[in-house]
């Protein structure tokens, strides 16, 4: 009996429905000698450093650096009835082997082992490696499953990645922490990705514009543009010499030129393209992305490759035939898709494009929701245009000579929609349309020496415009090439993060309070821009990930050394700790936070601001404060509020009447406050002849 571990229960359904298992049993599928079960994504989790030390609860400078050796592992809380199922399983005296039928990947191989490790289990294993879901591909893998021993180099990239994930986000979240007194959260890749971030918003800011002018000649309708010229009185000169005068055309250019249809999708290209035109997050599309993949509608989605191989041409002309009547693209005419276009062996790792599947002649689009059926209409549209034609034109470019100037005017000719038509019909189709690159006037028939008499002239002015914010589309390109020019060319990984990965990084800057989304636009809060400030260059920088990145695949192709990279994480935590042990008091300040005063201290004059429990003053030496709890209000059933100590501050009383005294008999308004050390003071409104009006004691 064969033990088949999945990665989420939608997938081991598919798989047993794949291999004719059709009997439910109590967490798993079981049947035809095999056993299907899952896992609900990681079921096992590096130990909390508390755990190792119940002294690391307290945040401490002094306990830094914190490196486990060896690394141990914890249930992660809330799956132990999973994990228990399948320790369960794999304890049976009929399973003889297992399956690790989790994710094809990085992260997919070290949710198997850890689980199989924490399990205690020696059983042999093998490895389902597939990129769809159809029932077709998945009994392929299965005929084709691999020793678990092949993967023992991906699975040491997966341990070392997590355990430096963990070394460099454990000890410099806790450094800065404590050092700011706020919850810096410090990652690898995500205090780069807000390092760019910070760094547009900076340039946004300091941006300051500049004005330019054209000058602009009308010639048979035509329109000839000067180059730019920044002062106002040269433009101004240039269109009076020429207003009234003669131009002369002094030559036609005329250049064919040819657009190859675009690429397939990869996870990142998706995201992008889905952001720009549905305005999905990165974490929506992956969703969406998923479960097509789940549904058996889609390949593989956290793919890094936009080819396919070459063993896939006939599926490939299948689906691209199916794609192709699918609405809206079978208005698309004629078609006759090159499928040679998709097929490059040598740029295929781990798994191929994302296209649509078989299953896609099948489904039925308008039961899908409508986020699932946007993104599989943009694959479909993406395949059919990768496997179309050039889209061709005709770049023509007529220069015109007037009062000693050179004037430009320019025209696209289009030759051959090619691959343009079918996007055009897709984004016709669309709810809100972008806008699409306005074409440039189509031209009359200029001739080389033409003249023309009497020209009119006029200047327009410009502004040159400031870098625009980050949307996700183009941070998730900026992130895939960060760090590109200082990488070898040979490097497999560049930029910050995976494609799989880049998704739940943009979320957890906006859930951490660095980053906030206005509209398409992601921007650097306030205390976003404070972490990168304070930041060591080690730890901002796109190049310490991507050279991680770098490593990691070399130990996945068992070409690197996973203890020699781990000591250098590790050298790398120690010198972090030792080179920042103390801040300046102003930094300290960076991320105080934002007070407003309630009043001013009537014993020192200091702001007055509001805490959880009391109204304090803002100078600790002064130690005066309001307690909200105080009996003077909750014996009254009273609660201090912030207006009524604003009130007491400003005024000496409230609209609330309550009358505390020193005399039986007296009646003031008064309040009753408690200093930290518990002594009382009463502050009168009313003035005495042996008493001043302020803090008495009693």
């Known amino acids: 009996m064969k033990l088949v571990i999945c990665e989420k229960p939608s997938v081991a359904k598919a798989v047993a429905s794949a291999l004719g298992v059709a009997s439910r049993a109590d967490g798993c599928f079981e049947g035809n000698g095999f056993i299907v079960s899952w896992c609900v994504g990681h079921l096992v989790s590096p130990m909390d450093a508390a755990g190792y030390d119940p002294g690391y609860k307290k945040w401490k400078y002094d306990d830094l650096p914190i490196l486990p050796e060896p690394f141990r592992y914890v249930l992660a809380k809330g799956k132990e009835d999973a994990f228990q199922n399948l320790k369960r399983l794999m304890e049976r005296p009929d399973v003889t082997e297992l399956v690790n039928a989790c994710d094809a990947g990085r992260e997919g191989e070290l949710i198997f082992r850890l689980v199989y490790e924490m399990a205690g289990c020696r059983k042999p294993f093998s490895c389902l490696w597939i990129s769809s879901m159809e029932d077709a591909a998945i009994r392929e893998g299965f005929a084709g499953l691999r020793p678990g021993a092949e993967y023992d180099p991906l699975y040491q990239s997966a341990l070392c990645r997590q355990k430096a994930d963990w070394l460099i986000g454990i000890n410099a979240t806790r450094l800065f922490s404590v050092l700011y007194h706020r919850t810096l959260n410090v990652g690898r890749v995500q205090t780069p990705t807000l390092a760019m971030l910070v760094d547009r918003d900076s340039k946004i800011t300091m941006f300051r514009k500049e004005k330019y002018h054209h000058v602009r000649l009308t010639l048979d309708g035509a329109e000839a543009v000067s180059e730019k010229i920044t002062a106002p009185e040269e433009a101004e000169a240039l269109r009076a010499a020429c207003a009234g005068a003669e131009a002369v055309c002094t030559s036609v250019?005329?250049?064919?030129?040819?657009?190859?249809?675009?690429?397939?999708?990869?996870?990142?290209?998706?995201?992008?393209?889905?952001n720009r035109l549905f305005g999905y997050t990165a974490k929506q599309t992956l969703d969406y992305a998923q479960s097509l993949y789940e549904k058996k509608l889609l390949t593989y989605p956290r793919t890094d490759s936009r080819y396919l191989t070459a063993d896939m041409a006939e599926t490939a002309s299948a689906v691209l035939h199916l794609a192709a009547k699918v609405p809206p693209f079978g208005g698309c005419g004629e078609f006759f898709p090159d499928v040679s276009l998709l097929v490059n062996d040598k740029k295929v790792s781990d798994h191929h494009a994302i296209i649509p599947t078989l299953e896609l002649e099948k489904a039925s689009l308008s039961e899908l929701p409508v986020g699932e059926r946007n993104i599989l209409l943009l694959v479909c549209r993406e395949l059919l245009c990768a496997a179309a034609e050039p889209y061709v034109y005709e770049a023509v470019t007529a220069a015109f000579d007037c009062g000693g100037q050179t004037f430009t005017a320019k025209e696209r000719r289009i030759l051959s929609e090619g691959w343009r038509e079918i996007d055009r019909i897709f984004r016709a189709s669309l709810k809100d349309q972008p806008e699409d690159e306005a074409e440039p006037a189509a031209l009359p028939d200029f001739t080389e020496g033409q003249l023309f008499d009497r020209v009119e002239a006029a200047v327009t002015e410009h502004f040159t415009a400031p870098p625009k914010a980050y949307t996700e589309d183009t941070l998730l390109a900026?992130?895939?090439?960060?760090?590109?020019?200082?990488?070898?060319?040979?490097?497999?990984?560049?930029?910050?993060?995976?494609?799989?990965?880049?998704?739940?990084?943009?979320e957890k800057l906006v859930a951490a309070g660095f980053v906030e989304r206005k509209g398409k636009s992601l921007i650097p809060t306030k205390e976003g821009i404070n972490l990168v400030t304070v930041l060591p260059?080690?730890?901002?920088?796109?190049?310490?990930?991507?050279?991680?990145?770098?490593?990691?695949?070399?130990?996945?192709?068992?070409?690197?050394?996973?203890?020699?990279?781990?000591?250098?994480?590790?050298?790398?935590t120690r010198e972090l700790v030792k080179t920042y042990s103390h801040i300046s008091e102003e930094g300290q300040k960076l991320f105080a936070p934002e007070r407003e005063a309630v009043g001013l201290c009537p014993r020192c004059g200091k702001p007055v601001y509001e805490g959880k429990k009391n109204f304090y003053c803002s100078d600790r030496s002064c130690r005066f404060v309001l307690w909200k709890d105080d009996r003077f209000w909750t014996s009254r059933k009273k609660e201090l509020t912030k207006k009524m100590a604003a009130d007491l501050l400003k005024k000496g009383r409230t609209s609330v009447k309550g009358m505390w005294s020193e005399k039986k008999g007296a009646a003031y308004d008064a309040v009753v406050v408690l200093d930290d050390t518990g002594e009382k003071y009463v502050r009168f409104k009313l003035e005495f002849p042996k008493r001043k009006e302020g803090l008495n004691g009693r």
């Open 537 to 572: 260059d080690t730890l901002t920088s796109p190049m310490l990930t991507a050279e991680w990145e770098q490593k990691l695949t070399a130990i996945a192709r068992d070409a690197g050394d996973p203890a020699a990279f781990m000591a250098g994480i590790s050298d790398m």
């Open 253 to 274: 250019t005329r250049e064919q030129k040819k657009e190859a249809p675009p690429r397939l999708y990869d996870l990142t290209t998706l995201q992008r393209e889905a």
């Open 478 to 506: 900026a992130m895939e090439t960060a760090g590109k020019e200082e990488m070898p060319e040979d490097a497999e990984r560049k930029g910050l993060g995976t494609p799989a990965t880049r998704a739940a990084i943009l």
